[in-house]
């Protein structure tokens, strides 16, 4: 099934395929979570996990299978998965595997509005961001070479090995384009660089204007 989905949240896969695994409260799925270093990969909050898992009850995709109590705290509801939420579970998963969505990255609407800002500065920016991606591609290297120390099989790291791919495929890509706009080898540099050199200086009525500052 593709398409809208009533809920789409991919905290609530997350809590799917947690309770594929066994029952569970909502607590210990958070703990699970972090256990698992999946705040990485879905925006875990803690208050957003009790929205989703009230959603996915009502939409029948878990139902109440009891209640759990550890020394004096609280007793918390435990959660079951339904037949039907094993099917939404697949399903979800075979779209988000198979299936190309489009996405609105921030990086790429920055890309899109760049010529606002000096070429001059838009290198700098861009040379501060490919240090920075290189730099978080070299901590997911060192993540997952403590995990296989720890004897973490690859199938539980590859959400890391593709953002070490990523990134640095992102990183080749930005200093291939600071060399164009440093060599002035990108078409239409000139035209961008003509925009705010006319934005920077006076015209000749400004000029001649006591009133108008050349910074202006």
């Known amino acids: 099934m593709t398409g809208e989905r009533k809920i789409s949240n991919p905290l609530a896969l997350a809590v799917l395929v947690l309770l594929q695994e066994r029952p569970m409260h909502a607590y210990e799925m958070v703990t ?51 037949d039907g939420g094993r099917r939404e579970l697949r399903d979800w998963l075979r779209e988000l595997l198979g299936e190309p969505h489009h996405e609105f990255p921030r990086f790429v609407a920055g890309l899109s509005l760049m010529g606002a800002l000096p070429p001059e500065e838009a290198v700098e920016l861009l040379e501060r961001r490919a240090d920075r991606v290189a730099e978080r591609a070299e901590r997911y290297r060192a993540r997952i070479a403590e995990a296989e120390a720890m004897g973490v099989a ?63």
């Open 154 to 216: 690859d199938v539980h790291l590859v959400e890391d090995d593709y953002r070490i791919a990523m990134d640095l495929a992102e990183e080749a890509w930005i200093r291939r384009l600071i060399a164009s706009l440093r060599s002035g080898t990108l078409g239409g540099i000139e035209e961008w660089r003509e925009h705010h050199r006319r934005r920077r200086e006076p015209t000749a009525a400004e000029s001649n204007d006591p009133g108008v500052s050349a910074a202006e």
């Open 32 to 82: 699970t979570l972090r256990e698992r270093d999946k705040q990485d990969s879905i925006n875990l909050k803690y208050g957003s996990l009790y929205t989703v898992v009230r959603a996915l009850r009502r939409e029948g995709l878990i139902k109440e299978a009891g209640t759990a109590r550890a020394g004096r705290r609280p007793e918390r509801t435990v959660y079951a998965l339904t």
